[in-house]
C-alpha cells in the first residue's frame, strides 16, 4: 500500500475550485459592468443578480474551506524553494480570506444601503445591519477594495502557476487540471 502524501488535489477540490473561480470572475465582471450603469430596473436586476452570485460563491467557499480542512491540499514540491512554499501557502490563505469576506461585506453594504438580499429571489436574508447611509457608503469602499485586492492576488496566483509550469520543474498546474495530469512531470 503506497502510503506517500498525495501529488495532486481530490476531484472534488478541484471541481469546487473551478467553481468558485468562475463564480468569482463572472461576479466581478458583472459588477464591473453594472456599477456605472444609470438607474434602471435593468440595473436593479443585474444587482439582484450579482448578490445571488455573491451568496452562491460564499457557500461554495464554505464547502470549500470545509473539505479542505478534512483533505489536506497536497504538499508543494520540495523543488521549490522554502519562500515560494511559504508565499504560496499565504496566498492561498489570502484568497480564501477574500473569498468569505468580499460577499460578506457585499450583503453588510447591501444591508446599510437598506436593500435587503434575497438568494434567487425566493429566500430572504436577514439584514446584517441596520439602514445607515454613511456606512453603506463606507462599505462600498471596503467591498470595492476587497474585489480589486481579490484580482490583483487571483493575477498574481494564475502568473505563478503558469510560470511554474513552463520553467519550473514542479507539475504546479497538473495538481489543479486533470487534462494536464498525463503530461506531469513525474
Known sequence: MDTSPPTRYTTTAITLHWLVALGILGAFSLGLYMQDLPLSPAK??????????????????????????????????????????????????????????????????????????????????????TKDKALGDALADVHQFLNLSMATLVTVHVTAAIRHHLHGSEAILARMLPFLRNKARP
Open 44 to 129: 436593479l436586476k443585474l444587482y439582484s443578480y450579482h448578490k445571488w452570485a455573491g451568496v452562491t460563491i460564499f457557500l461554495l467557499v464554505l464547502v470549500r474551506l470545509f473539505w479542505r480542512a478534512t483533505h489536506p491540499a497536497p504538499p508543494l514540491p520540495l523543488s521549490m524553494p522554502v519562500w515560494q512554499r511559504r508565499l504560496a501557502t499565504s496566498m492561498h490563505h489570502l484568497l480564501y480570506g477574500l473569498a468569505v469576506c468580499i460577499p460578506l461585506s457585499g450583503w453588510l453594504m447591501s444591508s446599510a444601503k437598506g436593500f435587503q438580499t434575497v438568494w434567487f429571489g425566493v429566500l430572504p436574508l436577514p439584514d446584517l445591519v
